[in-house]
Protein backbone atom coordinates (compact mmCIF):
# COMPACT_ATOMS: atom_id res chain seq x y z
CA UNK A 1 0.00 0.00 0.00
CA UNK A 2 1.73 3.11 -0.95
CA UNK A 3 0.82 6.53 0.87
CA UNK A 4 0.68 9.05 -1.50
CA UNK A 5 -0.55 11.93 1.04
CA UNK A 6 -0.05 12.38 4.59
CA UNK A 7 -3.84 11.71 5.60
CA UNK A 8 -2.89 8.26 4.43
CA UNK A 9 -0.45 7.48 6.77
CA UNK A 10 -2.21 9.10 10.32
CA UNK A 11 -5.45 7.28 8.54
CA UNK A 12 -2.88 4.15 8.60
CA UNK A 13 -1.76 4.34 12.43
CA UNK A 14 -5.06 5.20 13.60
CA UNK A 15 -6.48 1.78 12.12
CA UNK A 16 -2.89 -0.14 13.53
CA UNK A 17 -3.94 1.80 17.23
CA UNK A 18 -7.37 0.69 17.04
CA UNK A 19 -6.17 -3.28 16.42
CA UNK A 20 -4.52 -3.35 19.32
CA UNK A 21 -5.94 -4.63 22.51
CA UNK A 22 -3.87 -3.17 25.82
CA UNK A 23 -5.19 -5.89 27.61
CA UNK A 24 -3.91 -8.83 25.52
CA UNK A 25 -0.92 -10.31 26.65
CA UNK A 26 2.26 -9.97 24.48
CA UNK A 27 5.31 -11.95 25.60
CA UNK A 28 8.12 -9.37 23.97
CA UNK A 29 11.87 -11.68 23.65
CA UNK A 30 15.33 -9.44 23.16
CA UNK A 31 16.14 -10.72 20.22
CA UNK A 32 19.27 -8.76 19.35
CA UNK A 33 22.89 -10.11 18.94
CA UNK A 34 23.72 -10.66 22.63
CA UNK A 35 20.12 -12.32 23.22
CA UNK A 36 20.58 -14.62 20.40
CA UNK A 37 24.48 -15.45 21.40
CA UNK A 38 22.80 -16.46 24.77
CA UNK A 39 19.83 -18.84 22.83
CA UNK A 40 16.79 -16.22 22.39
CA UNK A 41 15.79 -17.21 19.18
CA UNK A 42 15.57 -21.02 20.81
CA UNK A 43 13.66 -19.76 23.55
CA UNK A 44 11.07 -17.32 21.08
CA UNK A 45 10.41 -21.25 19.30
CA UNK A 46 9.89 -22.61 22.63
CA UNK A 47 7.37 -19.81 23.17
CA UNK A 48 5.45 -20.85 19.84
CA UNK A 49 5.08 -24.37 20.32
CA UNK A 50 3.80 -24.32 23.69
CA UNK A 51 1.22 -21.41 22.94
CA UNK A 52 0.47 -23.85 19.94
CA UNK A 53 -0.08 -26.87 21.77
CA UNK A 54 -1.91 -25.38 24.72
CA UNK A 55 -4.19 -23.21 21.90
CA UNK A 56 -3.16 -20.05 23.42
CA UNK A 57 -2.42 -18.22 20.32
CA UNK A 58 -5.64 -16.45 20.21
CA UNK A 59 -5.18 -15.33 23.61
CA UNK A 60 -1.61 -14.56 23.62
CA UNK A 61 0.81 -12.63 21.03
CA UNK A 62 4.77 -13.23 20.99
CA UNK A 63 6.86 -10.06 19.71
CA UNK A 64 10.45 -10.21 18.92
CA UNK A 65 12.14 -6.55 20.42
CA UNK A 66 15.18 -5.45 19.66
CA UNK A 67 17.68 -4.99 22.32
CA UNK A 68 16.72 -4.26 25.79
CA UNK A 69 20.33 -2.84 26.54
CA UNK A 70 20.53 -4.98 30.04
CA UNK A 71 22.94 -7.32 28.56
CA UNK A 72 24.58 -9.10 31.34
CA UNK A 73 21.59 -10.50 31.91
CA UNK A 74 19.93 -11.82 28.81
CA UNK A 75 18.39 -13.15 27.74
CA UNK A 76 15.29 -11.17 28.76
CA UNK A 77 11.64 -11.68 28.69
CA UNK A 78 9.14 -8.79 29.17
CA UNK A 79 5.69 -9.56 29.74
CA UNK A 80 2.94 -7.11 28.81
CA UNK A 81 0.60 -5.29 29.96
CA UNK A 82 1.93 -5.95 33.42
CA UNK A 83 5.46 -5.24 32.24
CA UNK A 84 6.68 -8.09 34.73
CA UNK A 85 10.49 -8.67 33.60
CA UNK A 86 12.47 -12.07 33.66
CA UNK A 87 15.95 -11.96 33.43
CA UNK A 88 18.48 -14.92 32.34
CA UNK A 89 15.78 -17.17 30.91
CA UNK A 90 16.46 -20.90 29.88
CA UNK A 91 14.14 -22.38 27.39
CA UNK A 92 13.07 -25.47 30.24
CA UNK A 93 11.66 -22.19 31.93
CA UNK A 94 8.82 -21.65 29.21
CA UNK A 95 6.16 -24.09 30.70
CA UNK A 96 6.77 -22.20 33.59
CA UNK A 97 6.26 -19.04 32.44
CA UNK A 98 3.14 -20.00 30.33
CA UNK A 99 1.73 -21.99 32.91
CA UNK A 100 2.19 -20.09 35.82
CA UNK A 101 2.36 -16.24 35.13
CA UNK A 102 0.40 -16.47 31.50
CA UNK A 103 -2.39 -18.28 32.87
CA UNK A 104 -2.22 -17.58 36.53
CA UNK A 105 -0.76 -14.40 36.87
CA UNK A 106 1.76 -16.00 39.39
CA UNK A 107 5.49 -13.93 39.71
CA UNK A 108 8.76 -16.81 39.14
CA UNK A 109 10.54 -15.39 41.56
CA UNK A 110 14.20 -16.78 40.94
CA UNK A 111 13.56 -15.05 37.12
CA UNK A 112 13.02 -11.69 38.37
CA UNK A 113 16.10 -8.89 39.50
CA UNK A 114 16.61 -9.26 43.43
CA UNK A 115 18.58 -6.46 45.16
CA UNK A 116 19.22 -6.22 48.60
CA UNK A 117 16.31 -9.20 49.15
CA UNK A 118 13.78 -6.93 47.07
CA UNK A 119 12.35 -8.69 44.27
CA UNK A 120 11.76 -5.89 41.72
CA UNK A 121 9.26 -7.61 39.44
CA UNK A 122 9.16 -4.98 36.59
CA UNK A 123 11.24 -3.88 34.26
CA UNK A 124 11.34 0.42 34.94
CA UNK A 125 11.55 -0.60 38.40
CA UNK A 126 15.20 -2.35 38.05
CA UNK A 127 17.86 0.18 39.47
CA UNK A 128 19.63 -0.30 35.66
CA UNK A 129 16.68 1.16 33.84
CA UNK A 130 14.94 3.26 36.37
CA UNK A 131 18.15 5.68 36.36
CA UNK A 132 18.67 6.26 32.49
CA UNK A 133 16.48 8.17 30.52
CA UNK A 134 15.96 6.20 27.45
CA UNK A 135 14.54 8.36 24.89
CA UNK A 136 16.71 6.91 21.76
CA UNK A 137 16.97 3.56 22.78
CA UNK A 138 13.70 3.26 24.93
CA UNK A 139 11.61 2.01 21.71
CA UNK A 140 13.57 -1.17 21.12
CA UNK A 141 11.72 -2.96 24.04
CA UNK A 142 7.77 -1.76 22.21
CA UNK A 143 8.26 -2.92 18.59
CA UNK A 144 9.49 -5.99 16.22
CA UNK A 145 12.26 -4.17 13.91
CA UNK A 146 11.27 -6.28 10.92
CA UNK A 147 7.95 -4.73 11.17
CA UNK A 148 7.11 -0.85 9.97
CA UNK A 149 3.43 -0.97 11.02
CA UNK A 150 4.73 -1.80 15.05
CA UNK A 151 7.03 1.30 14.33
CA UNK A 152 3.92 3.83 12.91
CA UNK A 153 1.71 2.78 15.60
CA UNK A 154 3.76 4.46 18.27
CA UNK A 155 3.88 7.39 16.46
CA UNK A 156 6.81 6.80 14.04
CA UNK A 157 7.21 8.85 10.65
CA UNK A 158 5.13 11.36 12.36
CA UNK A 159 7.90 13.82 12.81
CA UNK A 160 8.52 13.49 8.50
CA UNK A 161 4.91 14.51 8.15
CA UNK A 162 5.74 17.50 9.95
CA UNK A 163 8.99 17.90 8.06
CA UNK A 164 7.32 17.78 4.86
CA UNK A 165 4.62 20.49 5.58
CA UNK A 166 7.53 22.72 6.85
CA UNK A 167 10.41 24.44 4.68
CA UNK A 168 13.78 22.96 3.91
CA UNK A 169 15.74 26.19 5.33
CA UNK A 170 12.62 26.01 8.85
CA UNK A 171 13.54 22.04 9.63
CA UNK A 172 17.41 22.69 8.84
CA UNK A 173 17.11 25.86 11.35
CA UNK A 174 15.05 23.54 14.44
CA UNK A 175 18.36 21.39 14.42
CA UNK A 176 20.62 24.10 14.50
CA UNK A 177 18.72 25.43 17.41
CA UNK A 178 18.65 22.47 18.94
CA UNK A 179 22.46 22.31 18.74
CA UNK A 180 22.25 18.34 18.31
CA UNK A 181 25.98 17.67 18.64
CA UNK A 182 27.52 14.80 16.33
CA UNK A 183 27.39 11.31 18.52
CA UNK A 184 30.46 9.76 16.49
CA UNK A 185 32.97 11.44 18.37
CA UNK A 186 33.95 14.74 18.02
CA UNK A 187 30.57 16.20 18.85
CA UNK A 188 30.86 18.92 15.72
CA UNK A 189 27.02 20.68 15.66
CA UNK A 190 25.11 18.96 13.31
CA UNK A 191 23.05 21.82 11.86
CA UNK A 192 25.99 23.36 10.72
CA UNK A 193 27.23 20.45 8.82
CA UNK A 194 23.90 20.10 7.49
CA UNK A 195 23.92 24.08 6.48
CA UNK A 196 27.40 23.74 4.63
CA UNK A 197 26.58 20.82 2.85
CA UNK A 198 22.86 22.76 1.66
CA UNK A 199 24.69 25.51 0.67
CA UNK A 200 27.88 24.27 -1.36
CA UNK A 201 27.33 24.71 -4.86
CA UNK A 202 26.20 21.91 -7.26
CA UNK A 203 22.68 19.83 -7.46
CA UNK A 204 24.15 16.33 -6.64
CA UNK A 205 24.47 15.77 -2.78
CA UNK A 206 24.83 12.77 -1.00
CA UNK A 207 23.88 12.39 2.77
CA UNK A 208 25.52 8.79 4.75
CA UNK A 209 24.61 6.98 8.17
CA UNK A 210 28.09 6.30 9.61
CA UNK A 211 27.49 2.71 10.84
CA UNK A 212 30.78 1.17 11.32
CA UNK A 213 31.49 1.86 14.95
CA UNK A 214 34.51 -0.29 15.78
CA UNK A 215 35.68 0.53 18.81
CA UNK A 216 36.47 -2.57 20.74
CA UNK A 217 33.60 -3.15 23.13
CA UNK A 218 30.91 -0.63 21.31
CA UNK A 219 27.42 -1.82 20.33
CA UNK A 220 25.03 1.46 20.29
CA UNK A 221 24.62 1.57 16.41
CA UNK A 222 24.13 -1.97 16.00
CA UNK A 223 21.86 -2.21 18.44
CA UNK A 224 19.56 0.66 17.56
CA UNK A 225 20.13 -0.41 13.52
CA UNK A 226 19.18 -3.92 14.40
CA UNK A 227 16.34 -2.64 17.22
CA UNK A 228 14.85 0.61 15.47
CA UNK A 229 16.03 1.04 12.12
CA UNK A 230 13.09 2.87 10.87
CA UNK A 231 13.89 5.82 13.63
CA UNK A 232 17.41 6.26 11.40
CA UNK A 233 15.45 5.92 8.45
CA UNK A 234 13.25 8.64 9.34
CA UNK A 235 15.35 11.10 10.89
CA UNK A 236 17.80 10.28 7.43
CA UNK A 237 15.16 10.92 5.04
CA UNK A 238 14.14 14.46 7.46
CA UNK A 239 17.96 15.36 6.53
CA UNK A 240 17.27 14.71 2.98
CA UNK A 241 14.79 17.44 3.02
CA UNK A 242 16.50 19.79 4.44
CA UNK A 243 19.79 19.54 2.83
CA UNK A 244 18.72 18.94 -0.53
CA UNK A 245 19.82 15.90 -1.33
CA UNK A 246 18.04 12.70 -3.55
CA UNK A 247 20.77 9.80 -2.73
CA UNK A 248 21.65 8.48 0.88
CA UNK A 249 24.06 5.83 1.64
CA UNK A 250 24.03 3.35 4.81
CA UNK A 251 27.89 2.01 5.39
CA UNK A 252 27.76 -0.48 7.52
CA UNK A 253 30.05 -2.86 9.18
CA UNK A 254 30.43 -6.35 7.39
CA UNK A 255 30.17 -7.73 11.08
CA UNK A 256 26.70 -6.70 11.81
CA UNK A 257 24.71 -9.48 9.80
CA UNK A 258 21.68 -8.77 12.13
CA UNK A 259 21.99 -5.02 11.51
CA UNK A 260 22.26 -5.45 7.79
CA UNK A 261 19.01 -7.68 7.64
CA UNK A 262 16.95 -5.26 9.70
CA UNK A 263 17.75 -2.22 7.60
CA UNK A 264 17.08 -3.99 4.15
CA UNK A 265 14.17 -5.13 5.68
CA UNK A 266 13.09 -1.65 7.04
CA UNK A 267 14.61 -0.04 3.22
CA UNK A 268 12.17 -2.23 1.40
CA UNK A 269 8.87 -1.66 3.62
CA UNK A 270 9.66 2.42 3.55
CA UNK A 271 9.66 1.78 -0.13
CA UNK A 272 6.43 -0.63 0.39
CA UNK A 273 4.37 2.46 2.08
CA UNK A 274 6.01 5.56 -0.57
CA UNK A 275 8.07 6.84 2.40
CA UNK A 276 11.32 6.16 0.02
CA UNK A 277 11.29 6.79 -3.92
CA UNK A 278 10.17 9.17 -6.02
CA UNK A 279 7.69 11.89 -4.44
CA UNK A 280 7.69 10.81 -0.56
CA UNK A 281 3.92 11.06 0.57
CA UNK A 282 2.97 13.15 -2.23
CA UNK A 283 5.52 16.10 -0.93
CA UNK A 284 7.73 16.16 -4.29
CA UNK A 285 11.07 14.86 -2.38
CA UNK A 286 12.82 11.93 -4.57
CA UNK A 287 15.00 10.05 -1.76
CA UNK A 288 16.44 6.76 -1.76
CA UNK A 289 19.12 4.89 -0.11
CA UNK A 290 21.61 2.11 -0.77
CA UNK A 291 23.44 0.05 1.92
CA UNK A 292 26.98 -0.27 1.80
CA UNK A 293 28.69 -3.11 3.48
CA UNK A 294 32.28 -1.96 4.91
CA UNK A 295 35.15 -4.66 5.41
CA UNK A 296 36.15 -4.24 8.65
CA UNK A 297 38.99 -1.71 9.38
CA UNK A 298 38.63 0.36 12.24
CA UNK A 299 40.37 3.25 9.96
CA UNK A 300 37.01 3.42 7.94
CA UNK A 301 35.25 5.04 10.16
CA UNK A 302 36.95 8.16 9.71
CA UNK A 303 35.17 10.55 7.89
CA UNK A 304 37.27 10.20 4.65
CA UNK A 305 38.48 6.71 4.59
CA UNK A 306 34.83 6.20 4.73
CA UNK A 307 34.11 8.12 1.74
CA UNK A 308 36.99 6.66 -0.11
CA UNK A 309 36.01 2.61 0.68
CA UNK A 310 32.41 3.92 -0.52
CA UNK A 311 33.82 4.92 -3.71
CA UNK A 312 35.60 1.06 -4.24
CA UNK A 313 38.87 2.22 -3.17
CA UNK A 314 41.43 1.43 0.08
CA UNK A 315 39.73 2.58 2.91
CA UNK A 316 42.47 4.88 4.38
CA UNK A 317 41.88 8.78 4.87
CA UNK A 318 43.25 11.67 2.86
CA UNK A 319 44.27 15.35 4.23
CA UNK A 320 41.22 17.48 4.54
CA UNK A 321 41.99 20.77 2.98
CA UNK A 322 38.68 21.06 1.37
CA UNK A 323 35.66 20.22 3.76
CA UNK A 324 33.38 17.08 2.75
CA UNK A 325 30.32 19.53 2.73
CA UNK A 326 32.08 20.63 -0.39
CA UNK A 327 33.72 17.90 -1.81
CA UNK A 328 33.13 14.64 -0.62
CA UNK A 329 31.44 11.35 -1.87
CA UNK A 330 32.49 11.12 -6.18
CA UNK A 331 33.62 15.10 -5.41
CA UNK A 332 29.83 15.91 -4.48
CA UNK A 333 28.87 18.08 -1.10
CA UNK A 334 28.38 15.26 1.24
CA UNK A 335 27.06 15.34 5.03
CA UNK A 336 27.76 12.03 7.22
CA UNK A 337 26.39 11.45 10.79
CA UNK A 338 26.10 8.55 12.53
CA UNK A 339 23.34 6.68 13.70
CA UNK A 340 22.50 7.75 17.18
CA UNK A 341 22.61 11.00 15.76
CA UNK A 342 20.04 10.65 13.33
CA UNK A 343 17.81 8.45 15.49
CA UNK A 344 17.72 12.01 17.63
CA UNK A 345 16.56 14.32 14.41
CA UNK A 346 13.02 13.00 14.85
CA UNK A 347 12.42 13.83 18.29
CA UNK A 348 13.56 17.21 17.63
CA UNK A 349 11.61 18.01 14.78
CA UNK A 350 8.62 16.22 16.30
CA UNK A 351 9.03 17.88 19.68
CA UNK A 352 10.79 21.42 19.16
CA UNK A 353 14.62 22.14 19.65
CA UNK A 354 13.60 23.86 23.03
CA UNK A 355 12.28 20.78 24.45
CA UNK A 356 15.61 19.10 23.31
CA UNK A 357 17.39 21.53 24.83
CA UNK A 358 15.62 21.26 28.16
CA UNK A 359 17.49 18.28 28.02
CA UNK A 360 21.10 17.44 29.34
CA UNK A 361 23.76 20.09 30.09
CA UNK A 362 23.99 23.85 28.34
CA UNK A 363 26.32 23.39 25.32
CA UNK A 364 25.70 19.63 25.28
CA UNK A 365 21.96 18.62 25.22
CA UNK A 366 19.94 15.60 24.69
CA UNK A 367 20.59 11.83 25.98
CA UNK A 368 24.30 9.88 25.06
CA UNK A 369 24.45 6.31 24.84
CA UNK A 370 27.11 4.38 26.30
CA UNK A 371 28.62 0.49 26.03
CA UNK A 372 28.94 0.47 30.01
CA UNK A 373 31.19 -2.88 30.07
CA UNK A 374 34.46 -4.28 32.09
CA UNK A 375 34.62 -4.46 36.23
CA UNK A 376 31.34 -3.16 37.26
CA UNK A 377 28.21 -5.39 38.16
CA UNK A 378 25.43 -4.28 35.51
CA UNK A 379 26.63 -4.12 31.88
CA UNK A 380 24.92 -3.50 28.75
CA UNK A 381 23.89 -0.53 26.64
CA UNK A 382 23.24 3.02 29.09
CA UNK A 383 20.78 6.40 27.78
CA UNK A 384 21.56 8.89 30.15
CA UNK A 385 21.41 12.78 29.27
CA UNK A 386 24.38 14.35 28.50
CA UNK A 387 26.07 16.00 31.69
CA UNK A 388 25.44 12.82 34.16
CA UNK A 389 28.11 11.92 36.51
CA UNK A 390 30.54 8.69 35.74
CA UNK A 391 29.35 8.36 39.56
CA UNK A 392 25.89 7.81 38.99
CA UNK A 393 26.57 5.97 35.45
CA UNK A 394 28.63 3.37 37.24
CA UNK A 395 27.05 3.04 41.00
CA UNK A 396 23.10 4.01 39.98
CA UNK A 397 22.86 2.19 36.76
CA UNK A 398 25.85 0.23 36.91
CA UNK A 399 25.55 -1.44 40.59
CA UNK A 400 29.24 -1.02 41.63
CA UNK A 401 32.44 -2.19 41.15
CA UNK A 402 32.01 -6.10 40.76
CA UNK A 403 33.28 -8.37 44.14
CA UNK A 404 33.42 -5.40 46.31
CA UNK A 405 36.67 -4.13 45.12
CA UNK A 406 37.76 -0.82 44.65
CA UNK A 407 37.30 1.47 41.27
CA UNK A 408 40.37 2.59 40.29
CA UNK A 409 39.59 4.61 36.52
CA UNK A 410 37.33 4.15 33.44
CA UNK A 411 38.33 4.61 29.84
CA UNK A 412 35.95 6.64 27.74
CA UNK A 413 35.98 7.11 24.12
CA UNK A 414 37.61 3.84 22.52
CA UNK A 415 41.12 2.93 21.86
CA UNK A 416 41.39 6.22 21.44
CA UNK A 417 39.99 7.61 24.45
CA UNK A 418 41.80 8.29 27.96
CA UNK A 419 41.81 6.88 31.22
CA UNK A 420 40.00 8.67 34.44
CA UNK A 421 41.27 8.24 37.86
CA UNK A 422 38.91 8.00 40.69
CA UNK A 423 39.48 11.48 41.29
CA UNK A 424 37.00 12.59 38.82
CA UNK A 425 34.38 10.30 39.40
CA UNK A 426 31.88 13.11 39.74
CA UNK A 427 32.73 14.33 36.24
CA UNK A 428 29.65 15.70 34.24
CA UNK A 429 30.19 13.40 31.37
CA UNK A 430 30.10 15.72 28.15
CA UNK A 431 31.91 16.41 24.94
CA UNK A 432 33.96 19.22 26.66
CA UNK A 433 34.55 17.80 30.47
CA UNK A 434 36.00 14.86 28.59
CA UNK A 435 38.23 16.76 26.88
CA UNK A 436 39.63 18.60 29.89
CA UNK A 437 40.67 15.49 31.04
CA UNK A 438 42.55 14.47 27.57
CA UNK A 439 39.95 12.05 27.32
CA UNK A 440 37.07 11.89 24.63
CA UNK A 441 33.26 11.04 24.03
CA UNK A 442 33.89 8.86 20.89
CA UNK A 443 30.75 6.84 19.89
CA UNK A 444 30.52 6.16 23.40
CA UNK A 445 32.46 3.13 24.62
CA UNK A 446 32.40 3.27 28.50
CA UNK A 447 35.36 0.71 30.35
CA UNK A 448 35.09 0.57 33.96
CA UNK A 449 38.37 -0.92 35.71
CA UNK A 450 39.09 -2.29 39.12
CA UNK A 451 42.27 -1.82 41.73
CA UNK A 452 43.33 -5.59 39.81
CA UNK A 453 43.79 -3.46 36.68
CA UNK A 454 47.46 -2.63 35.79
CA UNK A 455 47.11 0.86 33.72
CA UNK A 456 50.45 0.54 31.47
CA UNK A 457 49.19 -3.03 30.81
CA UNK A 458 45.74 -1.09 29.59
CA UNK A 459 47.66 1.34 27.39
CA UNK A 460 49.87 -0.98 26.08
CA UNK A 461 46.01 -3.16 25.15
CA UNK A 462 44.55 0.01 22.95
CA UNK A 463 48.39 0.59 21.08
CA UNK A 464 47.97 -3.16 20.23
CA UNK A 465 44.80 -2.63 19.15
CA UNK A 466 45.98 0.16 16.87
CA UNK A 467 48.78 -0.89 15.85
CA UNK A 468 46.68 -3.36 13.75
CA UNK A 469 44.50 -0.95 12.58
CA UNK A 470 46.57 2.03 11.34
CA UNK A 471 46.28 2.21 7.61
CA UNK A 472 50.10 2.75 7.19
CA UNK A 473 49.91 5.85 4.89
CA UNK A 474 51.30 8.11 7.22
CA UNK A 475 54.30 7.43 9.46
CA UNK A 476 53.71 9.48 12.31
CA UNK A 477 51.03 7.24 12.76
CA UNK A 478 52.54 4.19 11.40
CA UNK A 479 55.74 3.98 13.02
CA UNK A 480 54.64 6.31 16.41
CA UNK A 481 52.27 4.01 17.57
CA UNK A 482 54.54 1.17 16.67
CA UNK A 483 57.62 2.54 19.00
CA UNK A 484 55.15 3.46 22.02
CA UNK A 485 54.26 0.07 22.00
CA UNK A 486 57.65 -1.51 21.72
CA UNK A 487 58.54 1.24 24.49
CA UNK A 488 54.97 -0.17 26.91
CA UNK A 489 56.06 -3.70 26.48
CA UNK A 490 60.13 -3.35 27.56
CA UNK A 491 58.34 -1.50 30.77
CA UNK A 492 55.93 -4.54 31.55
CA UNK A 493 58.79 -6.90 31.09
CA UNK A 494 61.06 -4.80 33.30
CA UNK A 495 63.05 -3.65 31.14
CA UNK A 496 62.45 0.12 31.06
CA UNK A 497 64.13 3.07 31.93
CA UNK A 498 63.18 6.82 33.16
CA UNK A 499 64.20 8.20 30.00
CA UNK A 500 62.06 5.85 28.24
CA UNK A 501 58.25 8.03 29.48
CA UNK A 502 59.88 11.16 28.26
CA UNK A 503 60.45 9.15 24.82
CA UNK A 504 56.59 8.26 24.93
CA UNK A 505 55.37 11.75 25.58
CA UNK A 506 57.47 13.72 22.71
CA UNK A 507 56.44 10.37 20.34
CA UNK A 508 52.75 11.18 21.52
CA UNK A 509 53.02 14.98 21.09
CA UNK A 510 54.81 14.81 17.77
CA UNK A 511 51.47 12.35 16.72
CA UNK A 512 49.10 14.73 17.70
CA UNK A 513 50.47 17.45 16.02
CA UNK A 514 51.72 15.88 12.32
CA UNK A 515 49.08 12.36 12.10
CA UNK A 516 47.16 12.50 8.91
CA UNK A 517 43.75 11.55 10.16
CA UNK A 518 41.98 11.54 14.36
CA UNK A 519 43.06 7.59 14.57
CA UNK A 520 47.08 8.75 14.86
CA UNK A 521 46.05 12.00 16.18
CA UNK A 522 44.59 10.74 19.58
CA UNK A 523 46.11 7.17 19.46
CA UNK A 524 48.42 8.42 22.37
CA UNK A 525 45.32 9.64 24.33
CA UNK A 526 45.92 6.33 26.54
CA UNK A 527 49.40 6.71 26.74
CA UNK A 528 49.37 10.31 28.09
CA UNK A 529 45.98 9.97 30.42
CA UNK A 530 47.91 7.35 32.28
CA UNK A 531 51.19 8.78 32.12
CA UNK A 532 49.54 11.81 33.56
CA UNK A 533 47.02 10.03 36.35
CA UNK A 534 49.03 7.17 37.01
CA UNK A 535 52.71 7.87 36.60
CA UNK A 536 53.91 6.05 39.80
CA UNK A 537 53.15 2.88 38.32
CA UNK A 538 55.20 3.63 35.34
CA UNK A 539 57.99 4.29 37.66
CA UNK A 540 57.01 1.41 39.99
CA UNK A 541 57.38 -1.20 36.65
CA UNK A 542 60.91 0.63 35.67
CA UNK A 543 62.64 1.57 39.29
CA UNK A 544 61.33 -1.10 41.39
CA UNK A 545 60.41 -4.15 39.00
CA UNK A 546 57.49 -4.73 40.46
CA UNK A 547 53.84 -4.64 38.80
CA UNK A 548 51.57 -3.28 41.88
CA UNK A 549 48.23 -4.21 40.43
CA UNK A 550 50.05 -7.89 39.39
CA UNK A 551 49.25 -8.12 36.20
CA UNK A 552 52.65 -7.89 34.01
CA UNK A 553 53.88 -11.86 34.21
CA UNK A 554 57.58 -10.79 33.83
CA UNK A 555 57.27 -8.66 37.13
CA UNK A 556 55.43 -10.99 39.48
CA UNK A 557 55.94 -14.28 40.76
CA UNK A 558 53.64 -17.09 42.07
CA UNK A 559 54.28 -18.63 45.46
CA UNK A 560 52.48 -21.01 48.46
CA UNK A 561 52.35 -20.00 51.33
CA UNK A 562 52.31 -21.98 54.96
CA UNK A 563 48.11 -22.08 54.32
CA UNK A 564 49.05 -24.96 51.97
CA UNK A 565 47.34 -28.86 52.64
CA UNK A 566 49.73 -30.39 50.72
CA UNK A 567 46.23 -31.62 48.42
CA UNK A 568 48.63 -31.79 44.94
CA UNK A 569 45.58 -30.53 43.22
CA UNK A 570 47.79 -27.55 41.94
CA UNK A 571 50.52 -30.07 41.19
CA UNK A 572 48.14 -31.92 38.82
CA UNK A 573 46.63 -28.88 37.08
CA UNK A 574 50.45 -27.12 35.96
CA UNK A 575 50.89 -27.49 32.63
CA UNK A 576 54.69 -27.23 32.80
CA UNK A 577 54.49 -29.44 35.81
CA UNK A 578 56.64 -26.40 37.94
CA UNK A 579 54.70 -27.24 40.84
CA UNK A 580 56.34 -30.46 43.38
CA UNK A 581 56.11 -31.79 47.15
CA UNK A 582 54.92 -34.19 49.28
CA UNK A 583 51.40 -35.04 50.19
CA UNK A 584 50.39 -33.32 53.21
CA UNK A 585 53.55 -31.23 52.97
CA UNK A 586 53.96 -27.63 51.98
CA UNK A 587 54.69 -27.21 48.04
CA UNK A 588 56.58 -25.32 46.42
CA UNK A 589 57.27 -23.54 42.84
CA UNK A 590 59.76 -24.05 40.38
CA UNK A 591 60.31 -20.47 39.23
CA UNK A 592 62.38 -21.28 36.31
CA UNK A 593 59.50 -23.33 34.94
CA UNK A 594 56.55 -21.19 36.04
CA UNK A 595 54.88 -19.90 32.62
CA UNK A 596 52.49 -17.59 35.26
CA UNK A 597 49.29 -18.86 33.82
CA UNK A 598 47.47 -18.51 36.57
CA UNK A 599 45.75 -22.04 36.84
CA UNK A 600 47.35 -23.72 40.02
CA UNK A 601 45.37 -20.19 41.60
CA UNK A 602 42.31 -21.29 40.30
CA UNK A 603 42.38 -24.39 41.22
CA UNK A 604 43.48 -23.90 45.02
CA UNK A 605 40.38 -24.14 47.29
CA UNK A 606 42.49 -23.36 50.12
CA UNK A 607 43.91 -19.88 49.11
CA UNK A 608 47.62 -21.06 49.54
CA UNK A 609 49.13 -19.85 46.31
CA UNK A 610 49.35 -15.87 45.90
CA UNK A 611 51.01 -13.32 43.53
CA UNK A 612 53.82 -11.32 44.35
Known amino acids: ???????????????????????????TVCSGTGCQAYGCNEIAAKFHQILEE????????????????????????????????YLQ????????????????????????YTENEEELVHESEIPFYKNQKRLILGNNLKINPKKIEDYIAIGGYSALIKALKMKPEDVLEEIKKANLRGRGGGGFPSG????????????????????????????????????????????????????????GYIYIREEYPLAVENVYIALDQARKYGLLGENILGSGLNFDIKVFRGAGAFVSGESSALIKS????????????IHMSEEGLYGKPTNLNNVETWANVPFIIKNGSDWFKAIGSENNPGTKIFSLVGNVKNTGLVEVPLGTSLRDIIY???????????????????????????????????????????????SG????????????????????????????????????IRQMLNILNMICDGNGEEKDLELLEEISNVMKKSCLCALGTTASNPVLTTLK????????????????????KNLIIFKIIDDCTGCGVCAVKCPKEAISGEKKELYIIDQDKCIKCGICIDSCQFNAIIKE
Not at 8 to 26: F, G, H, M, T, Y
Not at 91 to 102: A, G, M, R, V
Open 89 to 112: VKPEDILEIISKTIKKGEIIKRLV
Open 192 to 247: IKWESTRNASGVSKYIIVNCDEGDPGAYMNRSLMEGNPHSVLEGFIIGAYAIGSNQ
Open 445 to 480: GMIVMDEDTCMVDIAKYFLNFLVDESCGKCVPCREG
Open 396 to 442: KIGGGIKDGKKFKAVQTGGPSGGCIPEEFIDLSIDFDELSKLGSMMG
Open 310 to 321: LEGKVGEPIPKY
Open 533 to 552: YFKEEYYAHIKDKKCPARVC
Open 54 to 85: QKLTDKVDIKRTGCHGFCERGPIVVIYPEELC
Open 1 to 27: MILNLFDDLQKLRNELVANIDPKRSCI
